[in-house]
């Protein structure tokens, strides 16, 4: 895992340039930095040793050094891919996986990722062709950003890399803050930053000064022709699918842990490891917390003692105030209450390894979130005549408040109300963001630069787009397809991948293998989704693998209701970020609209909890990423509300 940026045309003999650009990836790499200066580009990289420790340095080059590579990740089938390039007469001046993926792209050309399984993006300047060749893995682990201006383009693992080069002050994105606040995303190609664009997952880039840019999908998840088979001979497959790649993701020349979290998807991949893969007593780590029901550390506990690992347990309370700089620092764009929980596990286990694998993927591959039959229901419900629904049903439950809690009961009736009047790509894309600022909402809290920035733009089109589009005929598989594409990439994974990185640690995710996600895609939908049952392929696997204290729990949300269990940070936060909001001064935001959500959620007329975290993570990112506040002055502003009373209270 590393750090990798370059440089085509422009400024890419500098090196200077090339130093500040690594110098800002230096948590991503912190055992080694390199430089190569080529005829047309320069490629630098920030190395974290996991694969040939001695000799995997970077950039490398080809026997004659018309061709360098750099490249962030891990190819897990690259044993076999070496030694079939020895005998095709490559010659190896390493073992690493790096060196593979350069000589694949010798042997076929930009065909070379049909054959590549695991997680990176990389880039190859080819002095032959005087181009640049690009891609980046197939469900979107690692990142790559790139930014064109003029013949120069420059490319990224981190946005804040690429921020070095700009001549002054970096502008937003108003069409992407808009997309945020609708959707808790961000979508490629857009980033927070106007002129700074993001490879979508599965795809190519090719550059040279003399052909210009080019982009291009080289892989797609395909649900039909649905698999034949009984259902235990599918779980047979399944479970032989999931043991290969676990084996394959605890490849490694250094020690391998896991993260622990007690649930399905987590403990599963624990499981298949202890018992199929993996030797020796393998670490493990959790977080506890002190919230009751939130808790997983004793649900964590009870699969550490079946397997036997070297558990690591640490009791926190992730305090927001005091993490809020750090997070938006490290992720570079408006946060989520989930990176908090993933950025302090991810610096407890860099404490003990620089590899830790993990569940990350399993609810979009089998069907985790109650929205997917949530949206069936609608369906149903939407039979009822729409005057019914608008003209009664609606006056009514808009005289209900919402509850006190982010699923309440009255909160899962207005959604199903709610997603009732829409349908397809547009009903499953608008109800995502119901906890968000829909459209309406929008128009309260918009200023006008952003309702002018932002015209035309359709912060849904992304997920209705892939929902439209999916390689399948089943609801419960558009679903699924769109998230694996769009809100996969985006968001779990993204911060996973900058939360870890930030500490110098491989987070590795099984069930993200594509060769695993293709087998999935296939699966019957009722192996997924089961009426109210919930990734019934993956529960019926659990059950020879895991406690039935773990199957029987229901799935916890706890990022998602920190708004609430952490109410009295949320009030200092708003005292301090949001009744002298910046993006209202510049005239992004509209105060009387914010002013009136505040209002409501202090008298409990209505639920804007994760609302509210859009709006302080908006406003805090505009300070330290646009105005240039840095990490302490941030945290200094917000410490000094903490003995202030609220204006609520005046």
């Known amino acids: 895992m590393c750090g990798i940026a370059g440089i085509v045309g422009g400024r890419q003999a500098e090196r200077a340039v090339m130093a500040r650009m690594l110098d800002a990836l230096r948590h991503r790499g912190p055992d080694d930095e390199a ?18 420790l001695e000799g995997g340095r970077q950039p490398i080059g080809n026997e004659d050094g018309t061709r360098w590579i750099v490249c962030n990740g891990e190819i897990y089938n690259y044993r076999p891919l070496m030694a079939e390039l020895e005998a095709k007469g490559h010659r190896f001046s390493t073992r690493s996986d790096t060196e593979v993926v350069l000589h694949l792209y010798e042997e076929m050309g930009e065909t070379c990722v049909e054959r590549l399984r695991g997680m990176y993006a990389f880039a190859i300047w080819d002095e032959v062709e005087g181009k640049l060749f690009a891609a980046r893995d197939h469900l979107g682990q690692k990142p790559l950003f790139y930014r064109l201006n003029g013949g120069e383009l420059a490319f990224a693992s981190e946005i804040k890399a690429l921020l070095t080069l700009l001549p002054g002050a970096p502008e937003p994105d108003l069409r992407a803050l808009r997309q945020y606040l609708a959707l808790r995303i ?78 399905l998807d987590s403990t599963l991949v624990l499981a298949l490891a202890r018992t199929r893969a993996a030797s020796g007593r393998m670490p493990t780590f959790t977080i506890g917390l002190p919230y009751g029901a939130f808790d997983e550390a004793p649900y964590a506990r009870l699969v550490a003692e079946r397997y036997g690992t070297e558990h690591h347990e640490q009791v926190m309370i992730p305090s927001l105030v005091q993490h809020l700089p750090d997070l938006i620092d490290c992720l570079d764009e408006p946060s989520d209450p989930l990176s908090v929980c993933s950025y302090l596990i991810s610096r407890m286990a860099s404490r003990h390894v620089k590899v830790v694998i993990g569940g990350d993927g399993g609810d979009e591959l089998f069907g985790g979130y109650d929205r997917y039959y949530g949206n ?48 397809g790509g547009e009903r499953y894309a608008r109800t995502l963001g119901y906890f968000y600022f829909t459209p309406e909402l929008m128009q309260r809290i918009a200023g006008p630069a952003l309702v002018t920035d932002a015209a035309g733009f359709d912060p849904y089109a992304a997920i209705a787009d892939a929902y439209a589009q999916a390689p399948a005929e089943h609801p419960v598989d558009r679903m699924l397809y769109a ?54 392929a993956q529960q019926r696997l659990c059950q020879h693998y895991l406690p039935s204290e773990i199957l029987a729990r229901k799935k916890q949300g706890f990022s998602s209701a920190l708004p609430y269990l952490l109410a009295e940070e949320y009030r200092l936060l708003e005292r301090a970020l949001l009744y002298d909001s910046l993006l209202v001064r510049d005239g992004i935001l509209a105060g009387s609209g914010i002013q009136e959500l505040l209002i409501q959620q202090a008298i409990g007329r209505a639920d804007h909890g994760n609302r509210l975290w859009l709006l302080l993570n908006a406003e805090a990112w505009y300070r330290m990423k646009i105005l240039g506040q840095s990490r302490e002055e941030l945290a200094a502003a917000i410490a000094r509300h903490k003995a202030a009373p609220s204006p609520r209270a005046a």
């Not at 005829?39 to 040939?52: E, F």
């Not at 997952?201 to 649905?226: M, N, T």
């Not at 034949?228 to 999931?242: D, P, V, W």
């Open 186 to 263: 961000i979508a490629p190609p857009l980033t927070m930053f106007e002129g700074i664009a993001k490879l979508p997952p599965a795809h190519c880039l090719s550059y040279s000064p003399a052909r210009g840019l080019r982009i291009w999908r080289y892989w797609d998840l395909a649900y039909e022709p649905k698999l034949r088979g009984n259902e235990e001979e599918l779980l047979a497959a399944l479970e032989q699918e999931l043991i290969e790649s676990v084996r394959l993701h605890l490849v490694s020349d250094v020690p391998v842990g896991a993260f622990l979290s007690g649930g």
């Open 35 to 52: 430089i190569h200066v080529g005829r047309g580009a320069t490629l630098g990289h920030r190395r974290l040793s996991i694969i040939d």
């Open 376 to 423: 069936l229901y609608a369906g149903y419900y939407a039979v009822l005549p729409s005057a019914l629904r608008r003209r009664v049903v609606g006056p009514l439950l808009r005289l209900v408040p919402d509850g006190a809690w982010y699923k309440s009961r009255v909160h899962q009736v207005k959604w199903l109300h709610q997603a009732s009047f829409l349908s």
């Open 483 to 536: 998230d694996s594409r769009i809100r996969l990439p985006d968001h779990p994974v993204m911060i996973l991948d900058r939360t870890s990185m930030a500490h110098g640690l491989e987070a590795r995710a099984p069930f993200m293998d594509h060769e695993v996600a293709a087998f999935a895609a296939r699966l019957p939908t009722e192996l997924k989704v089961r009426w109210r049952t919930l990734r019934y």
